[in-house]
């Protein structure tokens, strides 16, 4: 079975908090706040995972999962 180690788990823990970057350019909830940038992240995980022989599936999944979580959760 396929744990999230090899920096799954940081991954998904720095990308759970990119939506909170927006701050920056003095929003906060905006567009990076919704299930639509989950869904980038995880198309955009698919994509690195492919490059970096990782399943693409589960790493899609778990990335996109950790921002939807702060999506939800914030």
Request: aromatic share 4%.
């Amino acid at each position: 079975m396929w744990a999230l180690g090899g920096g799954l788990a940081l991954a998904c823990a720095t990308v759970a908090v990119l939506p909170d970057l927006d701050v920056v350019m003095g929003r906060q909830r905006g567009v990076s706040h919704s299930l639509g940038a989950a869904a980038l992240t995880g198309a955009i995980a698919w994509g690195v995972a492919a490059l970096w022989g990782l399943p693409r599936l589960r790493t899609a999944l778990t990335c996109g999962a950790a921002v939807a979580s702060h999506v939800l959760l914030d």
